[in-house]
């Protein structure tokens, strides 16, 4: 099994900054993409950022220039930036992993951290 713990969570004054981080920990061979999702109170979950083993990344039109994701790979983390931060950053963030498995007949798995909350004051 694998397990992803979200961290850096908090409450922010509009402008302000927030890293956040996802370590993933168990049963991993490698990991393909990352990725971070955020859902806010009564709306749909939605990508934030996304980025692959080799660093591409791609992000969220309403935060591009704001957030950065990043990863380090010998740690099995993903982190996200968050600057200028805004009210309608609010939301629960989530990130997720598609992990290879040792088998390379086993297809890989996505898995999902259990959330992190970010709360803007405005």
């Known amino acids: 099994q694998v397990q992803l713990v979200e961290s850096g969570g908090g409450l922010v004054q509009a402008g302000g900054s927030l890293r956040l981080s996802c370590a993933a920990s168990?049963?991993?061979?490698?990991?393909?993409?990352m990725g971070w999702y955020r859902q806010a109170p009564g709306k749909q979950r939605e990508l934030v950022a996304a980025i692959t083993s080799g660093g591409s990344t791609n992000y969220a039109d309403s935060v591009k220039g704001r957030f950065a994701t990043s990863r380090d790979n010998a740690k099995n983390t993903v982190y996200l930036q968050m600057n200028s931060l805004k009210p309608e950053d609010t939301a629960v963030y989530y990130c997720?992993?598609?992990?290879?498995?040792?088998?390379?007949?086993?297809?890989?798995?996505?898995?999902w951290g259990k959330g992190t909350l970010v709360t803007v004051s405005s």
């Open positions: 168990g049963s991993i061979f490698s990991i393909n993409a």
């Open positions: 997720n992993a598609e992990v290879e498995r040792a088998s390379p007949r086993d297809p890989p798995v996505l898995y």
